[in-house]
């Protein structure tokens, strides 16, 4: 007698399997939309440290940037603030060392 609760996993439905490439795809499209933002989003940044009499790391504005993760909350409630505050401590940390990167090149 098989027991239904085995070690081995059921195979998946076929309907399912398609949902799951539907989705996956629609994750990979809106991926590269965010690389493409992300990517805009540091350009912009590196204008804005150039033209800052302290820029880089230095000049990171804590309290600017704790407003940014709140209004972006509101946005996005099912991340909530602190896990916004950790994506972005790492989008704006990897803008900056971009930016400082490509002012040491240009210097």
């Known amino acids: 007698m098989h027991d ?3 070690d081995t996993a059921p195979a998946t439905e076929p ?3 398609e949902q799951i490439l539907h989705l996956r795809g629609r994750i990979d499209q809106m991926d590269a939309e965010l690389a493409e933002l992300l990517e805009r989003r540091a350009l912009v940044a590196a204008r804005v440290q150039r033209l800052k009499p302290v820029g880089y790391f230095a000049g990171r504005d804590m ?3 704790r ?3 709140e209004r972006m909350a509101e946005h ?3 991340l909530g603030a602190d896990r916004l505050a950790a994506i ?3 989008v704006i940390s990897a803008g900056l060392d971009a930016a400082q990167e490509e002012a040491a090149r240009v210097s």
């Open 15 to 17: 309907r399912t399997a």
């Open 88 to 90: 972005m401590d790492r």
């Open 67 to 69: 407003e940014l993760v």
């Open 76 to 78: 996005a409630p099912r």
């Open 4 to 6: 239904r609760h085995s």
């Open 63 to 65: 309290g600017r940037e």
